[in-house]
């Protein structure tokens, strides 16, 4: 029985080794499997992750590119910041409290704030912990001169913008700042990182893709914890730091990858006439804008009041930064010439004349009388013209020179509103003029679609447009708006003979020029009357823009007037002056140039000066004149035309 017993309990004991035995084998079989499959065919995916985890990859930023004028004269490039860093795992303890004081005789440094920064890394005793940024030039002798009495103390040299006109031009330039999360995002496959600085505005906005140039980096051995680092030679070339922040040592794995710096950017600007138009804006609100008239080009963009951008990458201007960011009145960072809308008043009447003559509507012998006022069939409400006791029987050039509004209020009617936003929009108001800068304004020329998408919600007869809104919008008021830029593309579109021009900055985006809009009898007539508003006729009343005539030189231009509150408003006050500042007329005057090369136009809007004629028209003279004196001295700027 014994025997049997011990039969059974074996039997049972070999089938449980035999299961055991296959499960084994099953899993060593499935093992080698796994490891062939790891070894061999996943060897150069896994290898790749490997060396990744051992080679630590260092970015080298790139210098932005730098901007030139039209001259050649540099406006932004970059100079070397050093910054004051401490390294505490290299400072002996006993040594900290020393070197801090010693920071704060040489450099003016805060020994609590520095005590606390070091607290909270004691962790990665190793770190580049920031002691002072951007030190001046006699600061970092001094720390450099005492390296001895400073252990753990070095300094790191960092690529900065640096702006060399203040100023001038700065609304142009734009300004740089830390990259947002959003943008950061946007732009992550582009070789962007949290910390970055990138444009915010202006040309360094605009052409950032190209200003920013491309990263190099240094391969460093890393390891499990801590973070390598960078630090610079006395003549400021990026180098690994001997350490990572917990000290283990470092070794660079191959030569460094120089980082590629962006782009230049050759613009259109001459800056001696920049800095002459913002001089005669000095103390104003308002803009100045000079064009080639027949590439476009931008010459001149001149606003009031302006910035010096380098306020967001210099030391010790934070207060200014945050003032400038706050959007006081008046905003110092809204460029004028594109950005503002403003009523373009009597200049529209320009862009009318051409229009109505076009459509044959009228022709330079179509007369209208003016007797001070008009009214819609004659009845009914009346529109005031400038002049109260009228200018009697009017032509089209006439009414150029002389700023007939009745004259336009009776064109105005026949060619109604539709062929007044088309052509409007034709001569490029009312639209984006495709200037290569951000933020720039449309404006808006009112129509009937315009008036019943924003008033949809109200009863139809608020979304009707109605012949007194067409009679108001043929002087330039109303809901009309437009900015010095579009007026002085409008002006170009005179000058060259009909052709709409694309405004540019950087000398590659153009010239970029519409299809003849106009014929040369349209610009033949239209010319005549704006030369009349200019020239000093005797012994017939001079033209209202008289004063911006220059003896010899053939100048077209048209004042303009812009209402900000109504007449009826402002007749309480007796003078001019009594009229309180924000409640004053805008005053506009656009020109151009036809017998001198390169032909120009020009527009000069001062933000209530209440009268183009007197205000505007001066500032315009000046301007043409300083620039053809300027340009003589520059024999391939400046020569006759037709020569």
Request: glycine share 10%; net charge neutral; with cysteine.
């Amino acid at each position: 029985m014994s025997e049997n017993r011990d039969q059974e309990r074996y039997t049972g004991v070999e089938r449980r080794v035999q299961q055991v035995g296959f499960a084994i084998a099953a899993a060593l079989f499935l093992l080698g499997i796994q490891l062939w499959r790891l070894q061999i065919l996943s060897l150069s995916e896994f290898s790749k992750l490997a060396e990744d985890n051992r080679i630590w990859q260092k970015r080298l930023a790139a210098d932005r590119g730098i901007i030139y004028a039209r001259d050649g004269q540099v406006m932004a490039d970059n100079r070397a910041r050093v910054d004051v860093v401490i390294i505490p795992g290299e400072c002996p303890a006993e040594m900290l409290d020393t070197v801090c004081e010693r920071l704060q005789s040489w450099i003016n440094i805060d020994p609590e704030d520095l005590h606390k920064k070091i607290e909270a890394y004691q962790a990665l005793p190793f770190t580049q912990i920031l002691v002072k940024r951007d030190i001046s030039r006699a600061d970092q002798t001094r720390v450099e001169e005492n390296q001895h009495l400073l252990p753990g103390i070095t300094t790191v040299v960092h690529p900065q913008r640096r702006y060399l006109l203040g100023e001038t031009a700065g609304q142009i330039m734009g300004f740089l700042g830390e990259i947002s999360p959003v943008e950061l995002e946007r732009r992550r496959d582009e070789g962007y990182f949290m910390g970055d600085l990138v444009g915010k505005g202006g040309i360094e906005l605009f052409y950032e893709s190209l200003l920013h140039g491309q990263d190099g980096y240094m391969l460093v051995t890393k390891y499990a914890s801590g973070q390598p680092q960078l630090r610079t030679d006395k003549a400021g070339r990026p180098m690994i730091a001997r350490r990572d922040t917990i000290g283990h040592l470092l070794n660079l794995e191959a030569p460094p990858v120089p980082a590629r710096s962006g782009e230049a950017l050759n613009l259109t600007l001459d800056i001696d006439l920049q800095q002459k138009c913002e001089s005669l804006l000095k103390g104003e609100q308002g803009s100045i804008v000079v064009l080639d008239a027949d590439t476009g080009a931008v010459l001149a963009l001149a606003s009031a009041p302006g910035y010096d951008p380098s306020v967001f990458v210099n030391r010790g201007a934070t207060e200014e930064r945050l003032t400038l960011l706050s959007g006081q009145k008046p905003n110092r960072m809204t460029h004028r010439a594109f950005r503002e809308v403003y009523p373009p008043g009597s200049v529209f009447k320009i862009m009318l004349a051409a229009a109505g003559l076009e459509e044959k509507l009228i022709d330079a012998n179509t007369r209208f009388h003016c007797s001070g006022s008009y009214a819609i069939d004659g009845k009914g409400r009346r529109w005031n013209c400038w002049n109260r006791y009228g200018h009697g029987s009017m032509n089209v050039v006439e009414s150029l020179a002389f700023s007939c509004d009745v004259f336009f209020y009776t064109l105005g009617r026949r060619l109604e509103v539709d062929r007044i936003v088309a052509y409007s929009k034709l001569m490029g108001m009312g639209v984006l003029t495709g200037l290569d800068i951000t933020g720039e304004s449309a404006g808006l020329i009112p129509g009937r679609e315009w008036k019943a998408a924003m008033n949809k919600d109200k009863p139809a007869w608020e979304q009707q447009w109605y012949p007194g809104e067409t009679v108001n919008l043929s002087i330039g008021q109303g809901s009309c708006t437009t900015t010095p830029l579009q007026i002085t593309v409008m002006m170009a579109c005179i000058v060259n003979g009909g052709y709409r021009v694309q405004p540019y900055l950087r000398r590659e985006a153009g010239p970029i020029l519409s299809d003849k809009i106009f014929s040369d009898s349209t610009i033949d007539t239209v010319t005549a009357g704006l030369r009349m508003c200019v020239e000093r006729t005797k012994p017939a009343p001079t033209g209202t823009g008289n004063r911006a005539r220059i003896e010899g030189m053939d100048i077209i231009g048209k004042t303009g007037t812009a209402q900000v509150a109504s007449l009826s408003h402002l007749s309480k006050y007796k003078k001019t002056e009594d009229i309180p500042y924000p409640l004053r007329h805008h005053a506009w005057f656009t020109a151009g140039v036809l017998d001198r090369s390169p032909r120009i136009a020009v527009t000069v809007l001062i933000e209530h000066g209440h009268a183009g004629g007197s205000v505007a028209a001066p500032v315009a003279r000046d301007v043409i004149e300083y620039f053809y004196d300027h340009a003589a001295s520059k024999t391939s700027y400046l020569t006759l035309a037709g020569n």
